[in-house]
């Protein structure tokens, strides 16, 4: 991994920084279809076109990925820019993958603003909302299927999956889901005497969240998105519980509709999934909310990248972080399934909306269509019944 760790120091550092403000200002306007594609054209990019990297030290980096917390293609290309054009390409890089998808999101949003109220507003949302939750649900269960590695984060899942039915902080849960999984997967390593040193930690994370709507601020917006960059494992569709614990449930800033439509607009967009925090901060203070919001998600992505680049790779095989790892994933797909849940009560609301969803989840499972075309036909479906209503 010390090869990944410096610049190739045979090209000048501005051709360098050159190279990597074009490929990741194009791949922010153009990557369609969510973590997984943005990595694939980041691999076919850095490994096979341009030969910055080889397929193992690929498979390091998206490994270090994985052991910190925030948006893995996002951080993916942090780390190759970093890797090219060292510390200054680790803030063009980012930077240049971040901002095309955020202005897109920010005039997208300043149009739900204007015109969200109106027949074919509303027509084209309520068309996109069931698609929307028929791609996270089969995300879900993708992931589900790779995360739940046995009885233990099955069961793990399961706790999270009812606790957050009783409002227990999303934090807490994560936290717990990781310290159960580690310490049941090294039980005889761990020793039974150690293990009831955290039962009452673990009980003490369990009270359940505040529930009381707070007053709006900016400073308010800026430190959750923070919080919730910095502590979110997973993929972008975990953010949606997230948001909806903090600004639905906790601050009561946003509705169900309106969280529903913010992680749609992040969905259609090209670039990081994150950017829905974009479209939130515009809805709540406009463009300097907008602007906030996005810098307060993705900030911790560029501090963790630069802490862990040399670091982590040395530490993820131990067994100890690999477990604990295993259940904060899980404990972050069991909260992304209790939302799910909440919101699609709220979403299939009619005849159109199930068939909507239904069709969406057998293209999703057979055809393997890219979710960006059925969030396309959705909108049409939902402008076509806007018209003939």
Known sequence: ??????????????????????????????????????????????????????????????????????????????????????????????????????????????????????????????GVKPVMIAIIAQALWGLGRKAVKGPLTLAAGGGVFVLTFLHVHELALLAAGGVVVMVGANFRRFGRTRLRSFALPLAALAAPAACAATAFSLTGLFLTFLKIGSVLYGSGY??????????????????????????????????????????????LGGVPGALLATLGIFLPSFVFVALSHRL???LRDSVWLGSLLDGVNVASLALM???????????????????????????LMRAQINSTWLVLGGALAGLAQAWLR
């Open 312 to 314: 982590i790779p040395k």
């Open 238 to 283: 975990v953010l949606l519980a997230f948001l909806h614990a903090d600004f639905v449930t906790r601050l009561g800033w946003l509705t169900d509709r309106q969280l529903i439509d913010a992680i749609a607009v992040g969905q259609v967009t090209p670039g990081p999934v994150f950017t829905t925090a974009t479209f939130v901060g515009y809805v």
């Open 337 to 363: 399934a209790a939302v799910t849940l909440q919101l699609g009560r709220a979403s299939l609301t009619g005849p159109l909306s199930l068939a909507l969803a239904l069709a969406s989840a057998l293209l």
């Open 1 to 126: 991994m010390n090869k990944t760790s410096t610049a190739q120091p045979d090209t000048p550092l501005p051709k360098r920084l050159a190279e990597v403000a074009v490929l990741f200002l194009r791949l922010g306007t153009t990557a369609f279809g969510g973590p997984a594609a943005h990595i694939a054209m980041m691999h076919d990019e850095g490994v096979k076109r341009r030969a910055w990297l080889d397929d193992q030290q690929f498979l390091d980096l998206l490994g270090a990925t994985n052991l910190i917390p925030g948006p893995n293609s996002t951080e993916m290309a942090i780390h190759l820019s970093l890797l090219r054009a060292g510390w200054p390409g680790l803030i063009v890089g980012g930077a240049c993958f971040i901002l095309p998808a955020m202005g897109i999101v920010l005039a997208l949003a300043w149009a739900y603003v204007r015109f969200g109220t109106t027949p074919a507003a509303s027509g084209l949302l309520d």
